[in-house]
């Protein structure tokens, strides 16, 4: 993915000041796709290009309350959002105009916005479920409650179980065994022993007895039970990998069948889940960690049925927790959002609401974003951009030194295979089986849980849909699929700021084209490049040109490495790699079509800039943001990408375009000496 974008908070900039920021919009506003206001013309752009480009949004836009951090994503996201809440608003009016799909997201927003109703049934949507947990009288009742927490409450206590295509065979989809969804952020928050990791846990151990205690508990038992779970989570979390590693897909590629599975784990009876789980005979399964399964057996050995049951409670009542009253939201929200993420203010019910809509309806509400706000002139705009970049990436494959032929070819066979997915899918989703409740906001987040875990069980053995969209239309963001070879851009992302059809080209290619560039990298970067052109995980390169890769791959990773994101924090620039080489990547590719596509034209200045710098404001501009410290500690642990100012300086210091245009000279911050720039792609 390119951005790192939550659903965030604040006034639109240029024409959408002029709205109210908590009211819904009849239409999207119109942000232009280089805002020259956003700029610090005071700034040496030599000194700090982002600064220069960026300087004065960060001054006028300070982080909302509600939010960890601000950015121009964010922004764009919280317009979208607001479109969507007046499309829903209407819809939940009811009326015989509405079909079917509209009737379920209508109905869905009017029971989530009942704030009232569901404050007066407290914590009885999670009752029958403590209820199960408590009625069990030995272990060998683990595998029947678990598979119906699975199914119901959240797919990822104890481990995650789930499908996906085959990392050796693509077009087959096999079962998933993964870690658990932990309740801290990352691993290293359970093992490491500086003191604001260990006050982190101390908080969240604080946490659980809490929200055991709204769930039941007395007090001394529910501070017992907090700290048994802390224990068992962090034997797991010692026994995961980093997430570096998890960066290795061979890592993850552990294929096995039955048997292999019930050897890992001979505490917990497979087959006896699966039957529960309407899966029997299954007997293909991809283990990511077999020592994290490994772990789990042991700690199901050694555990009571009363710490597996408090096991249970806890994480059912996390799971839970958003949907329920208002004692259970605010807990909830106090330490994952105001302690962890130092965010002071809850968002507002229309957001939560406008969001689980997106969540569990996306497509049935993309639909309505499509309608109105994605014009197939726009669509084509986007694929004739796509289309350019591709091009520049196979001229620039053919045109590297370090490069065999026998592995160029390889690449461009794979480049020639990407699929471009642009707006939305072309077949809209079938919620027919997913039944909505107006008066059943729980419930209905219930059975869109079943519906989406059963959805992605039932293609197990299934042929794959290479169609199938893993983004929402609205969503303000774009990603590839190394398994697809696919590069998708939801409708959401292709709107001003970040697409402008009223700007002139250079900004758009440095900003849709850096996007899209990017994207494409990310079938070549260090962890896409190990797929081929199907999708397989499979070597393709000559030995000495991985050996190249690795060896121009590693000037990126000591280049961010020196980079500070808060405190004495670094990048860990072994996990950002693949986000870093495909900013720089996708950027050169994105200027390579530019030059294509103003090739003999005569462009004039605009704004007091020239249209290479129009380029480079425009690309820099995406990434406009300000975050809390809190949340900068978090994603130094846990975000693969680095911070936005490092996204542009760390990009523009290895392009002498950029020095060309902006008269930087050498030994300035912005220019780098030739002998140390960084070039994969």
């Known amino acids: ?27 999207l506003p119109y942000t232009p796709g280089l805002d020259v206001t956003a700029m610090d013309r005071s700034a040496d752009p030599c000194q700090d290009f982002y600064q220069y480009s960026c300087g004065g949004w960060m ?23 607001r479109f969507l809440w007046g499309i829903l608003a209407t819809l939940a009016k009811g009326g015989p105009e509405r079909n079917a799909a509209q009737q379920k997201i209508g109905d869905y927003f009017a029971a989530c916005m009942d704030e009232q109703a569901v404050n007066a049934r407290g914590a009885a949507p999670v009752q029958p ?19 119906k927490l699975h199914l119901e409450i959240a797919n990822g206590m104890l481990f995650g179980f789930s499908s996906n295509q085959d990392l050796g065979d693509s077009a087959q989809v096999i079962a998933f065994a993964t870690n658990a969804d932990a309740g801290l952020p990352d691993r290293d928050y359970y093992i490491k022993n500086d003191g604001k990791s260990k006050t982190m846990r101390a908080k969240y151990v604080e946490h659980i007895a ?25 034997a797991l979390a010692k026994a995961s990998l980093s997430r570096v590693d998890q960066r290795d897909p061979y890592k993850l590629f552990h294929k096995t069948g039955l048997k292999g599975v019930q050897a890992m784990t001979p505490a917990f009876a497979w087959t006896e889940y699966l039957h529960a789980m309407g899966l029997d005979g299954l007997d293909f399964f991809n283990v990511n960690e077999p020592a994290y399964m490994r772990a789990l057996n042991k700690g199901l050995q050694q555990l009571s049925l009363d710490d597996i049951k408090v096991y249970l409670r806890w994480h059912t009542t996390r799971a839970m927790a958003p949907f329920m009253s208002e004692a259970f939201v605010g807990e909830n929200f106090g330490f994952y959002k105001k302690t962890l993420l130092g965010v002071p203010e809850q968002k507002p019910r229309w957001k ?9 309806l996306g497509e049935a509400l993309g639909q309505e974003f499509v309608n109105r706000a994605f014009s197939p002139e726009l669509k084509e705009k986007t694929l004739h951009m796509t289309r350019q970049i591709e091009a520049a990436m196979e001229q620039d494959i053919n045109a590297l030194a370090w490069m065999s032929e026998k592995t160029k070819e390889k690449a461009r066979e794979k480049l020639h295979a990407v699929a471009n997915k642009i707006g939305y899918p072309d077949v809209w989703r079938d919620y027919g089986s997913y039944q909505v409740l107006r008066d059943d906001f729980a419930g209905n987040v219930v059975r869109g849980t079943v519906f989406e875990v059963r959805r992605q069980l039932d293609k197990i053995g299934k042929p794959l849909d290479r169609a199938e969209w893993g983004m929402t239309p609205p969503t303000v963001n774009a990603y590839y699929n190394p398994q697809m070879n696919d590069i998708n851009f939801p409708a959401g992302v292709l709107q001003p700021p970040l697409f402008d059809a009223k700007m002139d080209d250079a900004p758009n290619y440095g900003n849709t084209g850096g996007t899209i560039g990017h994207e494409l990298i990310h079938g070549f970067d260090d962890e896409g490049r190990q797929f081929d052109a199907k999708g ?13 890769f690795n060896q121009r791959a590693q000037c990126i990773v000591d280049q961010y490495a020196q980079y500070t994101i808060v405190d004495d924090i670094k990048i860990n620039s072994k996990l950002t790699l693949g986000e870093d080489a495909a900013d720089l990547g996708g950027l050169v590719l994105a200027w390579m079509a530019w030059k294509t596509e103003i090739a003999g034209k005569v462009l004039a200045d605009r704004d007091g800039l020239t249209p290479e710098q129009r380029f480079f404001v425009g690309t820099a501009q995406w990434t406009c943001e ?5 949340a ?15 996204r542009i300086n760390g990009v523009v210091v290895n392009m002498p375009e950029f020095a060309r245009a902006f008269s930087c000279k050498p030994g300035q911050p912005m220019v780098k000496p030739k002998e140390k720039v960084c070039r994969v792609w």
């Open 632 to 646: 900068l500690r978090v994603n130094a642990l846990t975000n693969p990408h680095s911070p936005g100012k490092y």
């Open 1 to 27: 993915m390119r951005k790192f974008a939550p659903l965030l908070l604040a006034a639109s900039i240029g024409t959408a000041f002029a709205q109210t920021p908590d009211a819904p919009l009849a239409a």
């Open 129 to 147: 479920y403590l209820d199960l947990i408590a009625g069990m009288t030995s272990k060998q009742d683990l595998p029947r409650v678990l598979a």
């Open 536 to 548: 397989n995980l499979k070597d393709w390169w000559a030995k000495q040109d991985a050996k190249a």
């Open 210 to 234: 809490r929200m055991l205690e709204l769930a039941g508990d007395a007090p001394a038992a529910a501070r017992r039970a907090a700290g048994s779970v802390l224990r068992f989570e962090t």
């Open 352 to 360: 939560r609401c406008v969001q689980l809509v997106d969540q569990q």
């Open 59 to 81: 001054r006028n836009n300070p982080i909302p309350a509600d939010q960890s951090a601000w950015s121009v994503y964010g922004k764009a996201a919280l317009d979208n959002q």
């Open 626 to 630: 300000n975050e809390r410290p809190e």
